[in-house]
């Protein structure tokens, strides 16, 4: 049971929302912490380039790790690639 192709997959998929989760924390974390130095220190609120751009990233890593459809012509495409 543990080496069939669904528990392969299974356990792939669920790596994938783990990895997701832990950048999620890291995103809260690092984030929280520059929030908290802006909030110190004042000025424009620099923290916005940081959020924006790791944000863009967190969302790509979530849409693909939580994505359920793959195009059929993708899975045929990979398979030739794999002969």
Known sequence: M???EAWIEAERNARR??????????YLTA???MIA??????????????????????LAHYSSAYRR???????ERELERLR
């Not at 130095?37 to 967190?58: D, E, I, Q, V, Y």
């Not at 459809?69 to 899975?75: A, G, H, L, Q, S």
């Open 2 to 4: 543990k080496n069939s």
């Open 17 to 26: 929302k783990q990895g997701v989760r832990a950048h999620a924390l890291a």
């Open 31 to 33: 984030n929280s912490a």
């Open 37 to 58: 130095s802006w909030a110190t220190t004042g000025g424009r609120f620099w923290p916005l380039w940081p959020l924006t751009g790791w944000g863009a990233g967190l």
């Open 69 to 75: 459809t793959v195009p059929e012509r993708r899975i």
